[in-house]
């Protein structure tokens, strides 16, 4: 009888290796590819698991200036895995033990916001790994292992490979540390945060200033010689492709708060030679 046991539970753990979802954006910095991450602010399954069908590379789920819960991101990642994209999921500045319950969840990916300086990323690192790599603790009954269905030393292995650490370069202190950040191993992106950068540097909203194009150039330049990938926000399809000519393996791109402004505006101005009139209090 417990022979038969052993056989059931090995013979459904198979199956849900089978069918456990990899990650494409490991998948991609693997094989020298860029990833494409959307950003959703609004806080609706739905949402979530239609662009994950989409299939997009990954869904960038910030819980730094937004006041979803845990439980809140967790339901929208549970959403996401009936598609194929990535959940990136952006904790507060100095969040380290919620990193932990993030990935149980089913993150594949934090993003770290303001890092200042190389022991920063290395606690940062420290908390997303497991032994040895870091000090991250074993839980097994959530959905990142999935629930059980793999041994410790196996899971942890794989989540340690799987799991991608990005570290967001958007203060003057991260800055001038970022070629000391991007040698600490574990970190896979730097990605440059322009508008804090762009407050923090006395240029606030000038994207195009030389000191913001300068911090571009040095956050490329300390990624490419650490053979980790770079990235940043994108404002425009062709700001997209001067990202890709420029070596930038990650690209985020558009929000659904804009989506449905520009939308909305564009209804506006499609329809007011009809006569309707818009009590618009946006400006």
Not at 108 to 136: H, S, T
Request: net charge negative; hydrophobic share 45%.
């Amino acid at each position: 009888m417990a022979d038969a046991i052993v056989l059931v539970r090995t013979r459904f753990i198979l199956l849900l290796k089978a069918v456990m979802r990899s990650s494409r954006i490991r998948h991609n910095l693997n094989n020298n590819l860029p990833s494409l991450v959307t950003t959703l602010h609004f806080l609706d399954e739905a949402l979530f698991e239609m662009t994950s069908l989409m299939g997009f590379d990954g869904i960038w789920l910030d819980l730094e200036h937004h006041s979803g819960s845990d439980e809140t991101a967790a339901r929208m990642m549970r959403a996401v895995r009936c598609g194929t994209s990535d959940v990136v999921v952006r904790p507060a500045k100095g969040e380290f033990l919620r990193m932990g319950r993030l990935l149980e969840a089913g993150a594949d990916a934090i993003m770290y916001p303001q890092c200042d300086n190389a022991a920063e990323a290395e606690q940062l690192v420290q908390w997303i790994k497991f032994p040895p790599m870091g000090r991250r603790g074993f839980d097994g009954a959530n959905a990142d292992v999935p629930y059980f269905s793999q041994p410790i030393s196996e899971y942890i292995a794989e989540a340690n490979q799987r799991n991608v650490v990005i570290v967001q370069i958007e203060t003057a202190a991260g800055l001038d540390a970022v070629e000391s950040i991007a040698k600490v191993p574990g970190v896979d992106i730097l990605m440059m945060g322009p508008a804090d950068l762009s407050l923090q540097l006395g240029v606030p909203g000038q994207f195009e200033h030389a000191l913001l194009r300068d911090a571009q150039h040095r956050i490329a330049l300390a990624a490419q010689e650490n053979h980790i990938a770079w990235g940043r926000p994108a404002g425009s399809v062709n700001q997209v492709q001067q990202l890709l000519d420029q070596g930038a393996k990650w690209i985020c791109f558009g929000a659904d708060i804009v989506f449905v402004k520009s939308a909305l505006e564009k209804m506006q101005a499609d329809l007011k030679p009809f006569g309707f009139e818009f009590k618009n209090q946006l400006g």
